[in-house]
């Protein structure tokens, strides 16, 4: 079994910042060879995806959180980040990590973002 783990999400002011971790666990021994994404989901809104890193660590972003979040990694803890800086209003979602493996995609419960004054 594998199992995924989101943390770090919370209620933040516009403006702020939150760094969410995604921690693998179970029969998954390195995630260094799996390319991982950050999704979010809002209520009434499709899933999105937000960042993706490969397992040669390059980077995609939505242009909606380019220049405002970072994704990373660390194969040693298993666990991929994401760095939200310079929160907005719209960036209110649950966020999800996904873990792409050769044979099929693990995802983890997600973590509540929510930004709000």
């Known amino acids: 079994q594998v199992q995924l783990v989101e943390s770090g999400g919370g209620l933040v002011q516009p403006g702020g910042s939150l760094r969410l971790s995604c921690t693998a666990s179970g029969s998954i021994f390195s995630i260094k060879n799996m390319g991982v994404g950050w999704f979010r989901q809002a209520p009434g809104k499709e899933r999105e995806l937000v960042a993706d890193i490969s397992p040669g660590d390059s980077t995609k972003y939505a242009d909606s959180v380019k220049g405002r979040f970072t994704i990373s990694r660390d194969n040693a803890k298993n666990t991929v980040f994401l760095q939200m800086n310079s929160l907005e209003a719209e960036d209110t979602a649950v966020y999800l990590c996904?873990?792409?493996?050769?044979?099929?995609?693990?995802w983890g419960r997600g973590t509540q973002v929510t930004v709000s004054s």
């Open positions: 996904s873990l792409r493996g050769t044979l099929k995609d693990y």
